[in-house]
């Protein structure tokens, strides 16, 4: 199931924009989008590293990344 | 009077219980949606028991965790002692 964590879209750029334009924006794709109901014994991962990485089930993780840097 | 520093095994038993009661905080989420699902009730149970004992083992040692009575006391009176959660 390909899917990426983040998507891309270009906004509309007037052409009396004050402001420096932001040619590129993106928005969050975590996996919960692609998921529907939550199916039965999923692989987990460890009560620690659950911790750290914010969610129990390792289907469900998405790294949220920063999207600043990248995407200029 | 410079209160000595928190000894390693505070950090270690937190780290713990902290770990145990995020799969609870995940499992208990996950069983509103999946009440048949026994496999995930089974192991919250387990883990309900393991934040118990682990509770049990920090608060003889560190004092109460939580206050208002669900919590036993250290003697003296510990609940007002530091380190509070934001200061450990």
Redesign the interface.
Known sequence: MAFTNRKTYTPFIGRYDPCQPIRVKTYETPPHLYLG??P??LEQFS??E??KRG???KALYSPYTSPYGDYR | MTREALPEEFYQLM?DL???D??LI??NL?LD??PE?L??LKQFNT?AQQSQALRRTFEERFGPLLGGGKSFSTFPWAWKEPPWPWQI
């Open positions: 109901f939550q039965p014994g009560p620690k659950a911790l969610t129990l089930w | 780290e902290q770990a145990v995020f799969v995940e499992l996950y949606t999946h699902d496999e995930a883990f």
